[in-house]
């Protein structure tokens, strides 16, 4: 060995005892690099490992960032909001859902409203668990349900998810079930009521029973209704079976031919002008219902003398149908609600004239789903036009 070879041998030493431990530490860390001891000995094969290492590296990156890209696609699509605050109360990453809920960008726990948002994030870090609050956010009000789920290194996660859908629609089911059960009891109760004195009268005052018997068949026809009515819209809400193809005009002559003699004794002129149209693709059973609530109510909100006119005919793309009456009108602040369930203008002449309050809603049901569109005209003390357009079959 010469000496300048041993000066090199002694001065590198030092640096490859460090670049030896380096390539172990590698080793150690990435499953794809592995040494031997004769490449530790060796410049030439540490400086392999290291550039194999190098490569690995390179590749994890790119995983890592497909992934981290994959991540954020996932968060940014997700409905739910997601928010992570660090342990320094810091929000380290937030969703567009969170910001959109939060109605705009958080930079700290601490500017998170309202408070039983905060209040979430604390207990969940003090008992070490998820907790879960509702909370309101703002005008227009949006409901929240958020769950604060502690994180390892003493953060947080915050997810948000906007319940406010939800609870308009259980509430909604709410008010529904409260009216049903209501408008059912009433019949029921006066059913009893009659059928109770019809029992007493039978002994004590034979005469009365007819004027009985006939009560309790009204109220118990009117319960039959009501529950005929609550049964086919049900049905409607899950949509009309849309196998025929129907000729409106046909539909409107039946339809004002069953009501004619109601028409008749309520003393209202019933004017019938069908022409034929291009067919409508739908259920006949529905598209009859539709006409036979809508000639029901016209002829029940029209006093004696008035005049009830139904016309069908073809119209742009499809069907137009309209019934007018020279009725009571509907006051114009209460036009935007007659279709919901139960909502009657006079509920005592509703009920007095054999309404059951669900009639315009399963019509509105019957429009929709073939399609349709319905709009209302009404003047208080003149009377009421109601238009349904109803697309053409097609083919
Ligand atoms: P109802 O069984 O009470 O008639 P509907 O759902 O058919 O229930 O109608 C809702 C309310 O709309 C009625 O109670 C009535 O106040 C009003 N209405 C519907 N059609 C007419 C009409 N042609 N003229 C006046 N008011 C009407």
């Known amino acids: 060995m010469g000496a300048s070879s041993f000066l090199a041998g002694i001065l590198l030493r030092r640096p490859l005892g460090r670049l030896r431990r380096a390539a172990l530490r590698l080793a150690d860390e990435l499953p794809g690099v592995r040494v031997t001891p004769w490449q530790l000995r060796d410049p030439e094969g540490l400086a392999r490992v290291l550039e194999r290492a190098a490569d690995e590296l390179a590749r994890e990156r790119r995983a890592a960032a497909r992934e981290?890209?994959?991540r954020d696609l996932i968060l940014a699509s997700m409905e739910e909001g997601v928010l992570l605050v660090d342990?320094?109360?810091l929000v380290r990453f937030a969703n567009?859902?969170?910001e959109r809920m939060l109605r705009g960008p958080i930079p700290s726990a601490s500017a998170l409203a309202?408070?039983?948002l905060r209040e979430a994030l604390r207990a969940a870090l003090r008992e070490r668990r998820p907790v879960t609050v509702d909370a309101v956010r703002g005008a227009p009000a949006r409901y929240l349900r958020a769950t604060a789920v502690p994180v390892e290194g003493g953060g947080?996660?915050?997810?948000?998810?906007?319940v406010t859908e939800a609870k308009r629609v259980e509430e909604m089911r709410r008010d529904f079930v409260a009216n049903a059960s209501h408008e059912l009891k009433t019949p029921v109760a006066s059913i009893l009521a009659a059928?109770?004195?019809i029992r007493t009268a039978a002994a004590e005052d034979p005469s009365a029973v007819a004027g009985f018997a006939e009560r309790l068949e009204r109220d118990a026809s009117r319960l039959a209704r009501i529950v005929a009515d609550l049964l086919d819209l049900s049905r409607l809400e899950a949509g009309s079976e849309r196998t025929e193809r129907v000729a409106m005009d046909t539909v409107v002559r039946e339809e004002a031919e069953r009501l004619a003699a109601q028409a008749r004794e309520a003393g209202i002129e019933l004017v019938v002008d069908a022409r034929p149209g291009p067919p409508v693709t739908g259920s006949r059973r529905d598209l009859a219902l539709l006409v036979r609530n809508l000639l029901d109510n016209a002829i029940r909100y029209t006093g004696r003398g008035g005049r009830v006119e139904v016309a069908v005919g073809p119209a742009e793309g499809g069907v137009l149908l309209r019934v007018s009456d020279t009725g009571l009108g509907i006051p114009s602040r209460d036009l935007p609600r007659i279709f919901e369930r139960f909502y009657r203008v006079d509920p005592a002449r509703s009920r007095e004239t054999g309404g059951t309050g669900l009639g315009l809603s399963i019509v509105k049901h019957v429009v929709e789903n073939h399609g349709g569109e319905i709009r209302v005209e009404s003047e208080l003390g003149r009377g009421s036009t109601f238009e349904?357009?109803?697309?053409?079959?097609?083919g």
């Open 388 to 394: 349904v357009r109803l697309p053409a079959a097609s």
């Open 195 to 197: 059928a109770e004195t």
């Open 114 to 116: 309202p408070t039983s």
């Open 68 to 70: 981290r890209e994959v």
């Open 156 to 162: 947080s996660l915050l997810v948000l998810r906007d």
């Open 87 to 89: 342990a320094d109360g």
């Open 96 to 98: 567009g859902s969170a």
